[in-house]
Each structure stands twice: as C-alpha cells, then as structure tokens.
C-alpha cells in the first residue's frame, strides 16, 4: 500500500507574472477593472447621496473616467493578448519578459497615479499621462519590429497596431490637455479611444479569431471572414470618429447606418447553428450588442437630425461599452487564460455569473439615461459592474500567480 501523501498544490508566487505576457497584463488588467471601477462606483454614490461623497477630482470626473476605463483599463487586456498572439500571428519567436514587463509597470502605474489625482494628489494626474505614455511607447516599440520582420503581410496584425498607433495619439492629447492645452484636446483624446482605438481592436480580433474558434468545435462550420469586412469597417470607423470630433452629430448616421448593416450580418453569417458550448456561444451573444449598439446610435443621429434632440444620451455609447466591450472581455479573457494555463476550455461558474450580470449591467445602464433619477441608475450600473466581475477576477488572479496545471512552461 502506497502511503505517500499527494503533493501539496504549488503555492501562489507573483514571480510567476512575468512568465508570460498574458499573465501580467491581464493579471494588471483585472486589478485596473476593479480599481477604476470602485472608483467611479464610489464618485457616482457620492454624487447622487452627498452624503456619501468623495474627493473631487481637479478636473471634470466624467473625462478622467473616460481616459481610465479607454487607455488603462482595457489597454492592459489589449496589450496581454497581442503581445502574446503577435509573435505567433507573424511567425516569429515570443517576447522576451524585459520587453513587455515596462508595458506592464507603466499602465498599472499610469492609472494608480491617475486615481490617486483624482482622489486630491495634485501631481496625480500628470504622473499618472506621462507614466501611460511610457507604457503605451514601450509596448508599440516591441511590437513594431515584429511587423517589420514578418516575410508576409498580416492584415489582423497591421489593424491592431494601427488602432494602438491611434491610441497612443490619444493618450498624447489628454497629456497635453492636463498639462494646460485646451479642453478640445481632451475631447478628442475620448472619441479618439472609442471610435480609433477600443473599436477597431476588437473588431479586428473578432474577425480573426471568432470564425476559427467556431470551426474548431461545430462539426461542418465554414468560417466567413472575407478581408472586405475589415477594409470596410476601417474608414466606417474613421468616418464615424471625425463626424464626432466636428460635431456633425446630425449626420453620423451616414457611417453607423451601413456599419448596423455589416456588423448584423457579421453576427448573421457567423453564428453557429445547433448547440455550441458555453465557451463559444457567450462570444456571439457578446457580439450582438455590436449591432444593437449601432442600432442605437443610428436611431440618436436620425432623431437629432430631425427634432435638434440628443436622444438616449450617452446610452449608445454604453451599449458599445459595457454591452459589447465588457461581455467580450470576459468571454475572450476567460479562453486565453484557460487555454493558456492549460484548463479546460469551459465557462466555469464564477465566468457564467460575469458575463450574465454584465447583460443586466448593460440593459440598466443604457436604460439609465431615460429613467427618472438617472444617476441614482448610473451609480447601480456601476455597483452591478463590480458585482459582476469580482468572482471571476478572484479566479482569473489565482490562475496567473499559479504554475500551468499541465507542467508546461508559460
């Protein structure tokens, strides 16, 4: 009789984090998610009960969180999968750790900095852009000699770092506006974030990788994924972004429109029929709220067109946001982080209840902007928001501090 006791399960290292890009930067990533958003949970409690409130920041708060959740927050995520998928993208071998640790240490310490400008440290805010700076520069100057290096031409890997390019000019605008330039460069850092960089990553990625993911677990799925979709959508994007930074919010139904009409028949001819496991179909239902959120937008420009009202608010802007952004990060987040720490590749618990409650989340905050007591909603959207991903950031965080569970390096 074998009386050896079983191994004891290897313990919990923050060493661990710098194995792999994915590990750092999706670890900073859920730290930067529940950071920012208990935040601006808290900012928005406070200023619908006064009794309850916090520190002003020194500057608008709407914008601070605007530039938080657009260049920090979902960057991280951003910056962990393509500094791991680039090298496989182009062929080439993966990243040294001294390369993708200051991406890492700059945007976490970017946006500690930034909150704690917000929360009355008075150098806070200009730490805080000039530290985002840093990373966003560290990350596209390792990633731009890989494009340079690959034989072929990567389109998805071009798309990506144009978009990052975008972003970088962007976080360079809300630079210049803490630092004394007009308020019109803060205008631009937001919309540029939407519209230039957070849209055009995910839609990329999407192309590339959704359709794949299908036919490798629905038996006879044919993926779908022309090159057309993505030249389209690019100078949709583009068209879109420079009708906001002008102003012309009357005729952005010109570009959301056909850009309603192509993503809808993306979501048409790419979901899979019959039953899917939970893993894939959570990535189309996240990939619905892409039409519907421009659904939204087009009905807002076509109203404002006609009656000079600015319809459902910042309501489309949040379908986009949290009904598109937020679900497709759990979904997309959840199947890097299993597959690479060598788990099966299934919606567990703790990520069923995120990407379910992320749903209502989206519905309540969206709903918000013509509810009576708007902000009351918007603080319980945002409370929702944290309750939401808790569970699953506790599970995801364990994962990146442990060794892979097959005993594989990464």
Known sequence: MDNHPEPRPAALSPGRLAIAPHRLMFFIGSMNLLIAMAWWAA??????WPDLAIPQAPLHTGWVHAFVMQYQVLPSFFFGFLLTTFPKWLGLP???RWRYVPVGLGIFGGQIAT??????????????????????LAGLTVMAPLLWRESGTTWHARSCFAAL???FLGVLAWGAYVLGASPIW?????????????????FTVAHRMFPFFASRVVPGYQPWRPMWLLAAAWPLFIGHLLLELFHFYGWLWLVDLPLLALTATMVWRWWPRGKNPGLLSVLFVGLSWLPLAFALYSAQSISYAITGVYWLGRGPAHALFIGFFGSILIAMVTRVTEGHAGRPLTMYPAAWFAFVAIQL?????????????????????????LAAFLPWVAHVGRIYLAPRSDGRPG
């Open 43 to 48: 900012w928005l409690v406070g200023a619908r």
């Open 94 to 96: 993966d990243i040294d």
């Open 115 to 136: 909150l704690l400008g917000a929360l009355g440290w008075e150098a806070g805010i200009i730490v805080g852009a000039l530290m985002t700076a840093a990373g966003w």
């Open 165 to 167: 390019c975008l972003g």
């Open 186 to 202: 803060v205008f631009a850092s937001i919309k540029i974030g939407s519209f230039g960089l957070l849209l055009p990553v995910y």
């Open 361 to 385: 989340v989206a519905v309540i905050r969206v709903a918000a902007e013509v509810f009576p007591d708007s902000t009351a909603w918007q603080a319980v959207a945002a409370v929702g928001w």
